[in-house]
């Protein structure tokens, strides 16, 4: 951001943001880029622990109570670490933002709380084999069976699969009714019949833990439905607020580092040097 439209606050935390950048190890990155490293746990553990995840959401479940402006300001500084390491930072804050708009006192408390203090890492389960980017193509379905719901389906391209405790699910509940009225939003915690392994090394986003999730007649509590029961596309489109803001204050961190690379690089180029290149007289 521009210094000129900062308040002092805002300077505060922009510093405290960039002294966690410099005590990332540059090893780390050098790391996940060489595909040595599957997720940065650590990072995580210490972004939590300096109080620096999810800073919009409320004191009382770990965040700082602070604007979108100011989460923003901290993402575009993590931004200049990389796409791996600006996901792992943001996705307390896309996931968050589920728990703290749609979650129960209870599910905020058993979720969202160690989400923001670094305890636990949360993945979005939302691609799928064959349907891409078509949300409402869930084709990953959920079964109510007394007291519980049974998930069978597959995801792809989840980032974070590999280190995380929870995830965020949508499956459909109601094979019979409307496409944006027939999903629900699940918490899936780690444990039988749920298979996330890391899969993918992406170009630029390696050691993120992008893998696939596998749900082979999962039980699930009801209690770890979100929201309400076929109303998950509400909470679809509020997940993509934080989906987009978070993404664009990262790229322009990561913009912002190239060209400050690529200046310093300009100013001890030396294109041509006399004694290289020869003139002929015609």
């Known amino acids: 951001m521009f210094e000129a439209i900062l308040t002092n606050d805002q300077r505060r935390l922009r510093d405290e943001a960039r002294e966690f950048v410099r005590s990332v190890p540059r090893e780390l990155i050098l790391d996940m880029d060489a595909d040595r490293v599957q997720y940065p746990s650590d990072f995580v553990h210490e972004a939590g622990r300096r109080n620096l995840l999810g800073l919009r959401f409320p004191l009382e479940y770990g965040g700082r109570g602070l604007r979108w402006e100011d989460e923003v300001l901290a993402i575009e500084e993590v931004g200049v670490l990389g796409t791996s390491l600006a996901c792992a930072y943001v996705m307390p804050s896309i996931v968050g933002e589920v728990l703290n708009s749609f979650g129960s006192s209870g599910q905020k408390e058993r979720w969202l709380k160690p989400l923001l203090t670094g305890e636990k890492v949360a993945a979005e389960a939302l691609t799928e084999p064959r349907g891409g980017s078509d949300f409402f193509g869930t084709t990953t379905e959920a079964r109510r069976e007394s007291d519980h719901y049974v998930l069978r389906g597959q995801k792809r391209f989840i980032v974070g699969a590999a280190k995380s405790d929870f995830f965020l699910v949508y499956a459909r509940t109601d094979p019979r009714g409307p496409p944006h009225r027939s999903i629900s939003a699940f918490i899936v915690e780690r444990g039988p019949g749920v298979e996330a392994e890391y899969l993918y090394g992406l170009l630029g986003t390696r050691g993120g833990g992008t893998g696939q999730l596998v749900l ?67």
């Open 216 to 282: 082979d007649d999962v039980r699930v509590p009801k209690e770890n439905l979100i929201g309400s029961e076929n109303g998950a596309s509400d909470i679809f489109y509020r997940m993509m607020i934080p989906e987009r803001m978070t993404s664009a204050a990262g790229a322009i961190g990561m913009g912002r580092a190239a060209l400050e690379v690529a200046a310093r690089y300009s100013e001890r180029r030396k294109a041509l040097r006399r004694e290289d290149t020869a003139f002929s007289s015609g």
